[in-house]
């Protein structure tokens, strides 16, 4: 049964151009005088010289150290994580407790996803899938991750490249590969498709097709958490071109105003849809450091190694928990498709080379298995046979969707109206359906 968590009852100007408006003194023009006769003098005691008060000058703001670009990070201006760092988040307490069995673990979620999405382009290719298809490859580590920092009070909330953050907080596959097929054993009965897994009851409140529209309902669950005293936080997962729709400003002004417990997670994979992020944003230091202007925190972290994320995702996670306080983590990913399976120009605004670097030096399930191996956690062996299961869960699951039913002509009038599916007062008076 669905957990119940609600209440009750500019174009871009070149540096040249900037420098010149920057040297600008505030006012440039200056009022030309009306000529003598025609001012009338003002008494004397009106012609006192009034001193005005110098203006004060602001200390120039210091770019945190945290903003501080690192070579060997992605491309994207914000992207300014320490990806390449030679720190090693494995000594951070909140990976240093990890058994060798939860380390293994993550690797399997990872797995799994990859392979899911993977079957899944398989057969929306051949046309067997409607709708669209928003493919996570490349970014598994940031929703395994998460799911591993959730403590059973926290809920999240992400957009409609959903699929990694639905099989990591715990979703079977069959359930989630029917809904692709639009099949009534789909996780949302094939009303969905691939942008709206849900499952409440692992606090996993679903992906949203609107850009940015899952950032108001995360709050909602943030500020149930803390009307309820529950010790919780809300993660609201948003790509970097939704940082720029408003309603996410509005978010991070009432998020501030109220002490709400949220996580404002930007998975900034470099492109809005098509549009790189020099083009589709105005940047100082990065996405994120746009949180200043409502005062609530902000950081960057990389989202490729896995002990860096849970390092910095844990840290502000457990503030928002104990000290009701949002934050803006803004976490260097990549994706190595488009923007959607039906992206046409995927290979047009990246070059086959930038791909091609992400894949051989960014993958995050490669560098946690040579991570794995370093340890001796697991063996070459191990990694083979992991992946083989969450190959073969995947065809399975597959096989599942495509022998499952349609939905029922019926079912299209359930779930519209909560009083009507579960017969309340009001569903049984008034008029809810006009296509009769």
Known sequence: MARILSLPSKSKKSPK??????????????????????????????TKAVKVAKPVKLAPVKKPAKAKAIASAPASPSATSSAGSRKDFSKDPINSSLKPADKIGFLREMLRIRRFEQQALKYYNQ??????????????????????????????ITAYRDHGHGLAVGMEMNPCMAELFGKGTGCSKGKGGSMHFFAPDKHYWGGHGIVGGQAPLGMGLAFALKYKGIKGCAVAFLGDGAVNQGVFSECLNMAALFDLPI?????????????SLERSSAIRHSLAS????????????GG???????????????????KSRPHVL???????????????????????????????EFDPITLWEKQLLKEKVITEAGIEKIDSEAKAEAAAAAEFAIASPWPS????????YHEVDHKTEAGQTGRHFFSE
């Open 290 to 301: 746009r949180a200043e202007g409502f005062d609530v925190d902000w950081s960057l972290c």
């Open 330 to 360: 803004e976490v260097a990913t990549y994706r190595y498709y488009g923007h959607s399976v039906a992206d046409a120009n995927a290979k047009k605004y990246r070059s086959p080379e930038e791909i091609e670097r992400y894949k051989t």
């Open 409 to 416: 002509e019926e079912s299209i009038f359930e779930d519209i």
């Open 17 to 46: 151009t900037a420098a010149k408006k920057a040297a600008r003194p505030s006012v440039t023009r200056s009022v030309a005088k009306k000529p003598a006769k025609a001012v009338k003098k003002a008494p004397a005691k009106a």
């Open 263 to 275: 996580v404002f997670v930007i998975e900034n994979n470099g492109y809005s849809m098509g549009t």
């Open 127 to 156: 046309g067997l899938m409607g709708g669209f298809l928003h493919l996570y490859i490349g970014q598994e580590s940031v929703a395994v991750g998460t799911a591993s920092l959730m403590n059973g009070k926290d809920e999240i």
């Open 304 to 322: 490729f190694d896995l002990y860096e994320l849970r390092a910095n995702l844990g840290a502000v996670m457990e503030k928002a928990r104990s």
